[in-house]
């Protein structure tokens, strides 16, 4: 080391015809350029002192000046390399953050952990536009000095414009469909902001487009953990849930998104949810009523029981009503309840014989006896129904059933079939049942039902 400084003394020497007076720094012109340390090994010694000088000359402007003396301290000691540092100051100074990076990264080849090659290094690459290798250089930076608070507010403020950037061309590529690049860019900005709900929800709502439903529930419940009145991902898990029938578990979301926040068409999706949960309590024969081909009277009695219960009111004089024949039926409560109010009867010997098919003319009678209890409510409406004769080609006015089929047709529940034919003998299917039942719940204001579907 003697040997190499006394050589640089003779280096000087030669170079410089006279002393030029070392300029006195009173505002530095580059404030957030930071001077390097000078290592241990050059403590004392006269490159450390044309560091030095370099520096005064640089925060004065003088940079032809400054990149003389440190290119000197350079030539005359390689392994010196905060002036290798220094040169890179230089180049940033003249606004050249390409020709700035290799001295930035030559330096830290001999010190890694080198804060002023760090930050200058982090500075050209900003330059660069390359902000996320910039923050990494300003956070190891940090590492080496904790105490660089303004560093760390830059790294955070590179984070951000990280996240940002990353976040934006997510969504682009969300708008162009593709997919799976934007949830790779999702996935990055995840790891710079771990703790953002919003990211969560949005890579959730792609991983469901793709049809990863696992993924995308995993992904909606980290957003409401991060975030507990995120009502819109409660909504989304409540609608993941519903669709793999875990209704309870639906339900409960919808109902946690509701009290967060008032959404119509959540209201309607839990009031149907809730409906179809209790549709998926009762019998599987009462499920599967929408693919029968024809009906018995236990199916209708089920049917009317349960869309149509308000409707079902008790006639006194019919509480003691005896069924003889209904008692291991799987519909047996309901016969009761419409034998008690006196919509569907039993036959004269008290048997009801549930598993009897029940055909249009034997269903009008139904309907009739519902559509007056109807229009006892609603008697205005009832006007349109309650007198009316209308003309069949197959069902004449001295038919028993003319009167109920007539008042049917003209309320609009029932139908007439091909060349105004009433088909008084045809046997009603289930779908035509749950038809002429759900007009029923229309005219008496009732709530609409669910459709019923057999379960998958």
Same mark, same amino acid.
């Given at each position: 080391m003697r040997k190499l400084l006394l050589a640089f003394l003779v280096f000087i020497s030669a170079c410089a015809p006279k002393v030029v007076p070392v300029p006195t720094v009173t505002t530095p012109k580059y404030p957030d350029f930071t001077q390097p340390a000078v290592p241990p090994g050059f403590a004392n010694s006269p490159v450390a002192d044309v560091l030095s000088r370099g520096w005064a000359y640089l925060q004065t402007g003088d940079l032809k000046t400054a990149r003389r003396e440190f290119s000197n301290a350079l030539s005359a000691a390689p392994a010196f390399y905060p002036a290798e540092t220094s040169l890179g100051?230089?180049?940033?100074?003249?606004?050249?953050?390409?020709?700035?990076?290799?001295?930035?990264?030559?330096?830290?080849?001999?010190?890694?952990?080198?804060?002023?090659?760090?930050?200058?290094?982090?500075?050209?690459?900003?330059?660069?536009?390359?902000?996320?290798?910039?923050?990494?250089?300003?956070?190891?930076?940090?590492?080496?000095?904790?105490?660089?608070n303004d560093v760390r507010r830059r790294v955070e403020v590179l984070k951000f414009r990280g996240i940002e950037q990353n976040i934006a061309r997510a969504r682009q590529l969300a708008r162009q469909g593709k997919i799976d690049e934007a949830l790779e860019a999702y996935t990055t900005a995840i790891g710079s902001s771990p703790d953002s709900p919003f990211l969560y929800r949005e890579i959730a709502a792609l991983e469901r487009q793709k049809g990863n439903t696992d993924a995308a529930l995993a992904d909606f419940r980290k957003a409401?953990?991060?975030?507990?009145?995120?009502?819109?991902?409660?909504?989304?898990?409540?609608?993941?849930?519903?669709?793999?029938?875990?209704?309870?578990?639906?339900?409960?979301?919808?109902?946690?998104?509701?009290?967060l926040e008032p959404n119509a068409d959540l209201e309607k999706r839990l009031e149907a949810l809730r409906e179809r949960a209790a549709i998926e309590k009762l019998p599987a024969e009462y499920r599967a009523l929408d693919q029968a081909p024809q009906v018995t009277r236990g199916d209708l009695a089920a049917l009317v029981g349960i869309r149509l219960g308000p409707l079902l009111t008790n006639d006194r004089r019919r509480e003691g009503v005896l069924v003889t024949d209904t008692r291991n039926h799987w519909a047996a409560s309901w016969i009761l309840a419409v034998a008690r109010a006196g919509v569907m009867e039993p036959y004269a010997n008290h048997a009801f014989q549930p598993r009897t098919i029940v055909r249009r003319a034997d269903f009008a009678q139904v309907i009739a006896r519902l559509l007056t209890?109807?229009?006892?409510?609603?008697? =205005?409406? +009832? %006007?349109?129904? /309650?007198? $009316?004769?209308?003309?069949? &080609?197959?069902?004449?006015?001295?038919?028993?059933?003319y009167v109920p089929a007539s008042a049917a047709v003209?309320?609009?529940?029932?139908?007439?079939?091909?060349?105004?034919?009433?088909?008084?003998?045809?046997?009603?299917?289930?779908?035509?049942?749950?038809? =002429?039942? +759900? %007009?029923?719940? /229309?005219? $008496?204001?009732?709530?609409? &039902?669910?459709?019923?579907?057999?379960?998958?």
């Open positions: 100051y230089v180049e940033l100074a003249q606004k050249d953050p390409n020709a700035a990076l290799p001295h930035f990264d030559r330096a830290l080849e001999h010190a890694r952990d080198d804060v002023s090659a760090l930050l200058g290094r982090g500075q050209a690459l900003v330059s660069l536009n390359r902000e996320n290798d910039a923050r990494v250089a300003f956070e190891a930076a940090l590492a080496a000095d904790p105490s660089l409401v953990a991060l975030d507990s009145s995120d009502a819109k991902s409660l909504g989304q898990i409540g609608e993941i849930l519903e669709a793999s029938n875990d209704l309870q578990g639906a339900e409960k979301a919808y109902s946690d998104s509701l009290a209890k109807i229009g006892a409510q609603h008697p =205005a409406q +009832a %006007k349109t129904w /309650a007198s $009316a004769r209308m003309k069949f &080609a197959d069902l004449g006015p001295s038919h028993l059933a003209a309320a609009g529940v029932l139908t007439m079939g091909p060349e105004s034919t009433f088909q008084p003998s045809r046997p009603v299917t289930g779908a035509e049942a749950i038809e =002429a039942i +759900a %007009k029923l719940e /229309a005219l $008496a204001g009732l709530p609409a &039902a669910t459709r019923i579907k057999t379960p998958q």
